[in-house]
């Protein structure tokens, strides 16, 4: 990004290049289509409905969130076929998601066990109606999803209560392990996914979709033709994360943050993003990819971002070559473009001159 287009923000910022997303979304629905295979997008990457437009209109079967809020909001703008892959639990998003359905062509829901799944069938029954549910299976994520020995009384128990249709299985495996086996990590999702359709495609007597596939394994997932959908999400964008992960490359990074340098010492800068502008959920130093700093500075990666304040972020040099004076503005990728973007009141979308500033109307959307 030059630096005139960098003057025209006013930071900390969230900048999303249109050139680049639009490639992403090619890249990642042509990917499905060639394998036979739905895409159903993780609207929490962005949580923007012009953005999820953008996956539609590309041949997107409809969307993915995990609240019932984010749903709402994505109704709001005319999205009328919602997948929300997460177990809802208390009587008011009970409510909510009955009320949800009838405005919308296809609401889809999930459980993972009995005590979600008996309130759930009392709300359909309460509003004579009858609910569409997928059924979660834990495929290494470590959270929530059905398991063995519980998953042939919940598979079940739905088949034979009323409010409730059971037509497919869902998994999140999440990220991969590494880029060295990504076809091992998604046969392995693919394998156990068959498993429990074996025995849930007993219990029914019929053909039940299938939706995995996050960023990282989507694509092998969809070329294994065991799956009828994947969901990812993170692919719009891209962060850091993703190309530590499964090579995703730094030019395909379609989001960045801008901050501006406020104060500068001998030993380091201070920048106007603290922890309200940078997400800090990959810890530093750990396992798997043991990052050294909250975000890359692709135009200065000796740079690092290794302290936060809430206001303020604090920038060194692995060189001590900082070479940076107050008012320098700086691109920064996110470590995790999720939280990233939740962290963002607006966007900026920039079309080569063209900069639309857009609401993130999805952010902050907790129940």
């Not at 939740?342 to 902050?364: H, S, T």
Request: negative net charge.
């Amino acid at each position: 990004m030059d630096k005139s287009l960098k003057e025209k923000f006013d930071t900390p910022c969230l900048v999303v290049d249109e050139e680049i997303v639009r490639e992403n979304i090619r890249e990642m629905q042509n990917e499905a289509d060639n394998n036979g295979c739905i895409l159903r997008p993780h609207i929490k990457t962005h949580k923007t409905p012009y953005l999820a437009k953008l996956q539609v209109g590309a041949g997107a079967c409809g969307i993915t969130s995990c609240k019932v809020s984010e749903a709402e909001v994505m109704a709001d703008n005319g999205f009328d076929d919602i997948f929300i892959a997460y177990p809802l639990v208390g009587a008011r998003k009970l409510e909510r998601a009955c009320a949800l359905s009838k405005r919308i062509k296809r609401l889809i829901l999930a459980i993972d066990n009995l005590a979600q799944a008996e309130p759930l069938a009392l709300a359909a029954q309460t509003h004579n109606q009858v609910l569409e549910v997928r059924i979660e299976v834990d495929c290494g994520g470590g959270r929530t999803g059905a398991e063995l020995k519980d998953f042939e009384p919940l598979v079940t128990f739905v088949e034979q209560v009323p409010g409730l249709k059971l037509t497919g299985l869902y998994t999140f495996r999440g990220l991969n392990g590494g880029i060295a086996d990504p076809e091992g990590s998604a046969q392995r999702e693919v394998d156990l996914m068959h498993q429990y359709a074996e025995i849930a495609e007993r219990i029914c007597g019929r053909k039940l979709e299938i939706s995995g596939g996050s960023t990282p394994t989507g694509r092998e997932v969809a070329r294994s033709h065991a799956f009828t959908e994947i969901r990812p999400g993170t692919y719009i964008f891209n962060d850091y994360m993703m190309h530590k992960e499964c090579g995703a490359p730094l030019d395909r990074m379609a989001a960045k943050l801008l901050v501006t340098v406020v104060s500068v010492h001998k030993d380091y800068v201070v920048v106007d993003g603290g922890c309200k502008t940078f997400p800090t959920d990959p810890l530093l130093g750990q396992p798997p990819y043991y990052f050294e700093s909250y975000a890359y500075f692709p135009e200065k990666p000796q740079l690092r971002l290794t302290k936060l304040t809430e206001e303020h972020g604090m920038v060194t040099a692995v060189d001590g070559n900082l070479d940076l004076k107050v008012g320098d503005i700086l691109e920064a990728i996110p470590l995790h473009i999720c939280p990233a973007v939740n962290l963002q009141n607006k966007l900026y979308i920039v079309d080569r001159e063209n900069i639309q500033e857009m609401a993130v109307a999805g952010r902050g959307m907790l129940q």
